[in-house]
């Protein structure tokens, strides 16, 4: 599986993005997508993942009741809506691909390269 994440940009506090992430492939559908994201000097961390089906979703206490993931088989495409942004979700945001549930980065097997996020104060 290929991934493109897309949609980042420059947005003040409060406002909204919409993160955008295409995979290749027939198998798309099968495995969990998740987000990551990585600031500046810090790791990369979990921030949303959603089921193969979009029954489930997980996401971290920092983001949640902002943030909704969610997903369109059959466009193959995974989405990170982002409300009430702050400037602390300032990050390079990664799409991922797993193969069962899950919130650890190296049990994820497809990447795609990234889209810049700057929340402005």
């Known amino acids: 599986v290929q991934l493109q994440a897309c949609g980042g940009g420059l947005v003040q506090a409060g406002g909204s993005l919409r993160l955008s992430c295409v995979g290749s492939g027939r198998t798309f559908s099968t495995y969990v997508m998740g987000w990551f994201r990585q600031a500046p000097g810090k790791e990369r961390e979990f921030v949303a993942s959603?089921?193969?089906?979009?029954?489930?979703?997980y996401y971290v206490d920092s983001v949640k009741g902002r943030f909704t993931i969610s997903r369109d088989n059959a466009k193959n495409t995974v989405y990170l809506q982002m409300n009430s942004l702050k400037p602390e979700d300032t990050a390079v945001y990664y799409c991922?691909?797993?193969?069962?549930?899950?919130?650890?980065?190296?049990?994820?097997?497809?990447w795609g390269q990234g889209t810049q996020v700057t929340v402005s104060s």
């Open positions: 959603m089921s193969w089906n979009g029954a489930s979703t």
């Open positions: 991922a691909a797993a193969r069962f549930t899950t919130k650890v980065l190296t049990e994820y097997d497809y």
